[in-house]
Structures are given as C-alpha cells and as structure tokens.
C-alpha cells in the first residue's frame, strides 16, 4: 500500500467496505476493531453506515473510525449525515435517494470532497452525474438481509445496463460500484456479468456483510481483493 496516500484525490473504490453496527451484522464486536482487520486485508474505502446510532455516538465513532482509515491512507465517507461529515473533515458522503439532494450536499461539504449517490435506475444514474456526483453506487445487485427496503433488486445485467447507458451518456468516467448481496462466492460473476466493457465497467464492488459479519474480516477483505484483481480493476 502507498505511504503518502491523498484519498481524497484519488479514491480507489475497489473494495468498498459499508458497516453496519447492528448487532445482527457486527454481532457483539467492535466496529473499529473490525474495521481495523478489514482494512488490513485490503479495503480501500470505508463508508461509515449507521441508521440508528444518535448524533453523539455517530460522531464519537465517525472520529474513531477516521483515525484508522488515515491511517491507512483510506478515504472515509459518511452515510447519510452530511453534516456529521462535515464536522469531523473526513472525505466524503454517501447520499441515497431520498437523502439530501446532491447540490445542497455540495454546498455543504465543498468541491474537494467526495459525493456519493446510490442510482437504481438509467434515470437516477445520469441524473446523479449531472448533479456532479464523485462515484455511483449500483443496486441493489442480489437481495439481501442487510438492508430491508430494497426495491429495486436489478441484477448485474441490470447494473450493466447503467452502465452502458452511463457511457451512453458521456458519463463513462464517473466511478462505480455495485452493492447489494454480494459476496466472496459471487463477486467474480457478478464482475463478469455487469461489465459493460470496452465502455463501461465496475471499479470496484460494496459490501456490508461479507466482511463486517466474517469470522475473519481481514481474510474475507483479502479474498474479495483477490477478486477485484483477477478482474484487472487497479488496487
Ligand atoms: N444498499 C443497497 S443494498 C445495501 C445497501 C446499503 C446493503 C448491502 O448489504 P450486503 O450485506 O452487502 O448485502
Ligand atoms: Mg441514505
């Protein structure tokens, strides 16, 4: 791994680790310490995803967590709470649908940071890239427990058609992953199935439970790395 890393500047999103600090997921362990073994085992992006947390305690682990991914010169978003981003200057967001709206994320954190927008659909990915998103995430892929209102399981072909429509679009550039069920034992079908290529492929794929409710987060981490790079996606 680099030794003098800009996250900011250039994320790498190809092990794209999402967390989840519900006890069904994370079990009785500590997120940072979880964190901290997947990070060892090769994630390169961290999003911190807590929907229940309350303000303080989001915070107080949002500066934790921030201190191990700068550590590993990793960039850290924050889910849903731009404001909670804000105030501890890690690098970014993630913002769904019926979050915050792109522009007045922007106001928010400023242009060196990174937005990102959850697309289901051709409509909500182009319209994210106009509204200057940094990355996309696709999905949802497969149905999966970790998150119960997913309405829209698309599929890879369906993530491949957003992407081809994304290309399409003069959008080939803007970065993407997909998320949503996938884990060590499908990663490399669903690589294969959504790439769009020449046009348009993956950079790299998101995951919740195959790293952060593994008996050994670093190994499962190391794994799906594996997976990225027999798919010739730079780590
Ligand atoms: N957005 C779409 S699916 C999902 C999110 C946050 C959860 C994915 O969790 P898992 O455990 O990787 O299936
Ligand atoms: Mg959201």
Redesign the pocket.
């Known amino acids: 791994r680099p030794t003098a890393p800009t996250p900011a500047a250039a994320p790498n999103y190809g092990v794209y680790l999402v967390t989840d600090s519900t006890p069904a997921i994370l079990g009785g362990r500590d997120l940072v310490q979880v964190v901290g073994a997947a990070l060892r085992g090769g994630v390169t992006c961290v999003q911190y995803r807590d929907k229940n947390g309350d303000r303080g305690a989001v915070v107080a682990m949002a500066r934790r967590l921030h201190a191990l991914t700068q550590r590993h010169g990793v960039p850290l978003l924050i889910?849903?709470r731009v404001d909670v981003a804000v105030e501890i200057g890690c690098e970014g967001v993630?913002?769904?649908q019926?979050?915050m709206n792109v522009h007045e994320a922007r106001k928010l954190v400023g242009q060196d940071k990174i937005i990102g927008v959850?697309a289901s659909s051709v409509d909500e990915a182009i319209k994210a890239c106009q509204d200057g998103a940094d990355y996309l995430g696709l999905g949802t892929v497969y149905a999966t427990a970790t998150k119960k209102d997913t309405k829209s399981i698309i599929g890879p072909l369906g993530i491949r058609a957003i992407l081809e429509a994304m290309a399409e679009a003069g959008h080939g550039a803007v970065p993407t992953v997909c998320i949503g069920g996938v884990n060590n034992d499908n990663a490399a079908e669903v690589l294969a199935q959504t790439s769009a290529a020449p046009a348009k492929s993956l950079d790299g794929v998101a995951v919740v439970s195959a790293v952060i409710a593994a008996d050994d987060p670093a190994e499962a981490a190391r794994h799906l790395a594996g997976h990225i790079a027999v798919a010739a996606i730079p780590l």
Do not use: A, E, L, V
Request: net charge negative; proline share 0%; hydrophobic share 10%.
């Open positions: 889910n849903d993630h913002i769904g019926d979050d959850t």
